[in-house]
T-cell receptor, first 114, second 112 residues
Framework: DADVTQTPRNRITKTGKRIMLECSQT?????MYWYRQDPGLGLQLIYY???????NKGEISDGYSVSRQAQAKFSLSLESAIPNQTALYFC?????????????FGPGTRLLVL | DAKTTQPNSMESNEEEPVHLPCNHS???????IHWYRQLPSQGPEYVIH???SNVNNRMASLAIAEDRKSSTLILHRATLRDAAVYYC?????????????FGKGTTLSVSS
């Protein structure tokens, strides 16, 4: 079973709708991240959380919100989706106690906003 | 964070070694050099990381220049499954806990 899972894997929505992307992990890591990737580009950080009570904005947080329901769950919400939020979204986890603090990524959610 | 420079693309033949270069002339003494790769339609995955000494693992080797201003990821025998985008990323070993700063990476094509 995958250590980092994301649901849904694909989502089509309309402009103005509120949607939620979910991430769950079984690695026991405290730190979790949400990234987005636009076609042909690298990943950009949206939000990150060092533990359940610690949530921080990344470089492109406008239009997004997050919720850390438990150590294992980190959800990303688009309050009012717009077409330029069409992208691939990745969740990741890490453990600062591990050498290099490797980040482990989920399989991604492909979002299309019409 | 210090920046890295990589070629946009490289090509290789199957079962041949591949050397993927990365320049990081402004690297600081506490920056670790990380490599991740992203296979088509998948999330990035960790490949290897190092600080000063060359590193080997089951996936690849990392050769770090003596002045640390450049490094090379070495795939000893490329397979079709190694076709991916490879990202060279610097991470501050003191601060840690920050996001990975992804550039555009190097797109590696492998031919049979």
């Amino acid at each position: 079973d995958a250590d980092v899972t994301q649901t849904p894997r694909n989502r089509i929505t309309k402009t103005g709708k509120r949607i939620m992307l979910e991430c769950s992990q079984t690695k026991g890591h405290d730190r979790m991240y949400w990234y987005r990737q636009d076609p042909g580009l690298g990943l950009q950080l949206i939000y990150y959380s060092f533990d359940v009570k610690d949530i921080n904005k990344g470089e492109i947080s406008d239009g997004y919100s997050v919720s850390r329901q438990a150590q294992a769950k980190f959800s990303l919400s688009l309050e009012s989706a717009i077409p330029n939020q069409t992208a691939l979204y990745f969740c990741a986890t890490s453990d600062p106690r591990l050498s290099g603090e490797t980040q482990y990524f989920g399989p991604g959610t492909r979002l299309l906003v019409l | 964070d210090a920046k890295t420079t990589q070629p946009n693309s490289m090509e290789s033949n199957e079962e041949e070694p591949v050397h993927l270069p990365c320049n990081h002339s402004t690297i600081s003494g506490t920056d670790y050099i990380h490599w991740y790769r992203q296979l088509p339609s998948q999330g990035p995955e960790y490949v290897i990381h190092g600080l000063t000494s060359n590193v080997n693992n089951r996936m690849a080797s990392l050769a770090i220049a003596e002045d640390r201003k450049s490094s090379t990821l070495i795939l000893h025998r490329a397979t079709l499954r190694d076709a991916a985008v490879y990202y060279c990323i610097l991470r501050d070993g003191l601060r840690g806990g920050t996001a990975l700063i992804f550039g555009k990476g190097t797109t590696l094509s492998v031919s049979s």
